[in-house]
């Protein structure tokens, strides 16, 4: 790996150290593992099942996504994305997000930048629903404006959830805006036409005119491949198809963390409660972390527990125990893609570092 990629990993190894100690510090140990052994595993079939499905109907998306530009069946986009999902899991990074266009491109010859585009819009989409989703589960869910819980240096209360709630609103509309810039023709054409006009601004003769033309010209091509991984926006009927497939998306993860909850003493929350849990620990995973998300899922899930009244013991138990059933059942999906489609895993992520 890289000296910056071993720097970041050892970053989020300390991030997530101290956000797992912060999570857990009031639990002893004992009694956490008594938790667990008192858990009902019975549930984690139906969990993984869902967890499956949720995984399947992401792929179904991202299928559209990608066939907005470059039609691939369900078999091409489902290998890529398995296998991605699974790298997010085992390597810092977010290695899975990159590798993902990486195979695409390898096996199904879809330019890396309109991959990564394709990529970059399944996720506007899911930050779209969880901010929706958010908003309804504020006014929704009673919160006690008073809980107050101290995290680090950071006090997390109601408040500092409308602050994160308001700065994935304001990333949002970042991400709009820059996808508005290449969708529109106009803007485009302007784009290309001010990289098209850099070369002529050295005479013939200048050593730099060949440099610049070259590195204008692979600019170009950048702009059009990413217009292209956009152009699901113009397909009102694909997008919609999108729209639906992510709201199937979460309601099946909300269910299977709610399901997971039923077998999880200490945790008699409302299935809308769950989904207010989901949705923190996704706004908390955002941070950097170790591989698999590890202490900052935690802190997430306890937080958000602890606001809805769950005892520290409890909340830490059915966190833990439901961040490994959410995990590990997709890195060995992930696996299985990698050895059906022939993917050497090492390699993508060795070309990640």
């Known amino acids: 790996m890289k000296k910056k990629t071993i720097i970041s990993f050892l970053l989020s190894v300390c991030l997530s150290a101290a956000a797992l100690y912060l999570a857990l510090r009031n639990v002893p140990f004992a009694e956490l593992a008594l938790y667990i052994k008192s858990v009902n595993y019975m549930w984690i079939f139906p969990t993984v ?14 299928q559209e996504i ?9 078999r091409q986009a489902f290998h890529p994305l398995a296998i991605g999902f ?4 085992i390597l810092p990074g977010r290695a899975g997000e990159i590798a993902r266009p990486i195979i695409l491109q390898k096996q199904e010859q879809v330019p890396f930048s309109t991959g990564l585009t394709t990529v970059a819009a399944e996720r506007m989409l899911d930050l779209l629903f969880l901010i929706i989703l958010f908003a309804y589960i504020l006014g929704a869910v009673k919160i006690d404006p008073n809980l107050d819980m101290v995290f680090g240096n950071y006090h997390l209360n109601k408040d500092t959830l409308e602050k994160i709630a308001s700065g994935m609103v304001k990333l949002l509309v970042v991400m709009i805006i820059g996808m508005i810039m290449f969708i529109i023709p106009k803007i485009r054409q302007m784009m290309i036409g001010i990289l098209t006009a850099i070369p002529n601004r050295f005479s013939e003769s ?6 610049a033309l070259k590195i204008c010209s692979f600019m170009i091509k950048i702009v059009e491949n990413i217009a292209s991984g956009f152009t699901l926006v113009r397909q009102p009927k694909r997008f919609l198809i999108c729209l639906i497939y992510t709201f199937l998306v979460w309601s099946v993860q909300v269910v299977s963390y ?24 996704c706004f908390f995973v955002a ?47 992930g696996l299985g893609s990698a050895m059906t489609s022939g993917v050497n895993v090492w390699q993508v992520s060795y070309k990640h570092a």
């Open 49 to 62: 099942v869902l967890t499956a499905i949720s995984l399947i109907l992401r792929a179904a998306r991202w």
């Open 66 to 74: 990608v066939g907005a530009s470059y039609p691939i069946n369900f």
């Open 86 to 89: 699974m790298l997010n899991f």
């Open 206 to 211: 200048s050593a730099f005119q060949p440099k």
């Open 258 to 281: 709610y399901l997971m909850s039923l077998g999880c003493p200490g945790i008699e929350l409302s299935m809308m409660q769950i989904g207010a849990v989901m949705v923190m620990i």
């Open 287 to 333: 941070l950097p972390s170790v591989p698999g998300f590890w202490g900052v899922w935690e802190a997430g899930g306890v937080f958000a527990l602890t606001l809805f009244g769950v005892a520290a013991k409890d909340a830490a138990g059915y966190t833990l125990v439901n961040h490994a059933v959410q995990i590990f059942p997709v890195i060995l999906i």
